[in-house]
Nanobody, 119 residues
Framework: QVQLVESGGGLVQAGDSLRLSCAAS????????MAWFRQAPGKEREFVGG????????AYADSVKGRFTISRDNAKNTVYLQMNSLKPDDTGVYYC????????????WGQGTQVTVSS
């Protein structure tokens, strides 16, 4: 069992930066690939990016590539999402997820943190 708690969301202006954190419980954090998803009002949840267990490989949605960076600290059981050059379209609830085998089908989800980008 892995429990995930996101933090760092808030209200920012377009062009600003924000860093989200996701703290995981359990001693098996380093066994899971980690991913971030987001859900805008009235839209389906979408994949933002993922990072493998060893942190040697990451992947991003085209909409955030070059602006967002995922990193992880296995010693702290924490994964981060650094978001730069934020746009109003980045507004939504951001979810952290833990995936044993496939980022797109996570095994565990956090409760989400709200990010609002004003124009």
């Amino acid at each position: 069992q892995v429990q995930l708690v996101e933090s760092g969301g808030g209200l920012v202006q377009a062009g600003d930066s924000l860093r989200l954190s996701c703290a995981a419980s359990g001693r098996t954090f380093s066994s899971y690939g980690m991913a971030w998803f987001r859900q805008a009002p009235g839209k389906e949840r979408e994949f933002v990016g993922g990072i493998r267990v060893s942190a040697t490989s990451t992947a991003y949605a085209d909409s955030v590539k070059g602006r967002f960076t995922i990193s992880r600290d296995n010693a702290k059981n924490t994964v981060y999402l650094q978001m730069n050059s934020l746009k109003p379209d980045d507004t939504g609830v951001y979810y952290c997820a833990a995936a044993r085998y496939n980022w797109y089908h996570p095994d565990y989800w956090g409760q989400g943190t709200q990010v609002t980008v004003s124009s």
